[in-house]
């Protein structure tokens, strides 16, 4: 009997020093904090209204005129500017009177004819890289060239860029070219820009 008391108790040595029970004092865990950040945009235009004032002369008067769009947006991904006209009509327009578009478009835009008018973006599409400064009753330039607002529903994109903004600007100029044939009055149609996200 005392030899099995004997044999237990190294059992129980044994099993104390080597065996594979431990003691746990630490456990950890981890967690993923997520917020998405919704993207916003904003864009205005200088003053609303931009004036192109004509005295027309025989051989045709030429004004050119800047309109400052500015966009800010936190995307990443930065922003499209596109322009179109706000309704169907393409025409400055006084009671029965027009003054039509140019018949250029934006990827072939075409020296100003008189009694029409249009915009450029400097070295955007077809456009001149330069030369578009503002001018008031000048001889219609035989270089600068100009398009057609486009109708609503088909806008044209003025500019595209690639990440966030803040208070980036694009100067859109417009121009009317008038000779004596045109009826006076005042002239009016609205163009609509829409700033997007990418």
Known sequence: MKDLRLGLFL?????????????????????????????VISVFTTS???????TPTGAGAQTIANDTVTVST?????????????????????????????????TTPIVMAANTWGYAVAGVGGFNSSGYTPTSNAAISGTLKFAAVPGSG??????TTSGVASNDTTTVVYA????????????TNVVKYTATAN
């Open 74 to 106: 936190n995307d990443s991904s930065g922003y499209t500017l596109q322009l179109e006209e706000n309704t169907a009509s393409t025409d400055l327009v006084s009671g029965s009177n027009t003054i039509p578009h140019s018949a250029g478009s934006q």
């Open 11 to 39: 059992v129980a040595v044994v099993f104390t020093l080597f065996g594979t029970t431990a003691i746990v004092s630490a456990a950890t865990a981890t967690t993923t904090i997520s917020s998405q950040i919704s993207a």
């Open 176 to 187: 009317v070219a008038a000779n004596t044939s045109q009826p006076s009055g005042t002239y």
């Open 154 to 159: 088909s806008p044209n994109t003025l500019k």
């Open 48 to 54: 609303g209204t931009v004036n192109v004032d004509v």
